[in-house]
C-alpha cells in the first residue's frame, strides 16, 4: 500500500495519514524559485 | 497554509547514514501527512511500513504480526544547523508543524532520517 493510517495513543490517540511515493516528481508540490 | 489543522507536511525520508548499514533500508521516502502528525506517528508508520515491505520480500508467508511490528522502535533525527552534518534526536511528542518551525525554517520538503531505536 501506498498509503497508511496510524493512531497514536502517546499523540491524544489522534489518528493521521500517511502517504508515500518512489519519487517526489508529480507528488511533491513544485515549489519553483521560492 | 501554516497553522491550519488541515495543512500538509512533505517529508523526504531516508536511512540514518551513519546508524543504518548500507544493505538496510536505505531507500529514500517521499512522504505526504497532515501538520499535526506527531514524532511519534512517523516512528510508528516506519515500523509498520518497513514490516509490509519485509512481509512482502518474504512472499507474505510468516510476516511480521502486529504485535512486533509496535515492538520495533525508531529514532527520528533531522539534519540542521548551519554547518550541516549535525543529527539532532526529534522529541516523540513534536509535530512535523513544529519540527519544520524550529529546525527546517526552509520552504523545501522536511529531511528527515531514521535508525532502528538502540535497545538500553
Known sequence: PSEITVTDITSNSITVTFREARCAEGFFRDRGDE | GVGEAGSEIELVFRAHPLLVEKDGYSQTRFVKTTANATVDHLSKYLALRIALEEQAQRG?????????????????????????????????????????????????????????????
Open chain 2, 60 to 120: 507474505g508467508a510468516d510476516g511480521v504480526t502486529l504485535g512486533e511490528v509496535s515492538e520495533k522502535q525508531y529514532t527520528i533525527y533531522i539534519c540542521a544547523g548551519a554547518a550541516g552534518g549535525q543529527y539532532t534526536t526529534l522529541n516523540g511528542s513534536l509535530t512535523l508543524e513544529l519540527v519544520n518551525e524550529k529546525y527546517w525554517k526552509v520552504s523545501k520538503p522536511l529531511e528527515l532520517y531514521y535508525a532502528p531505536t538502540k535497545e538500553q
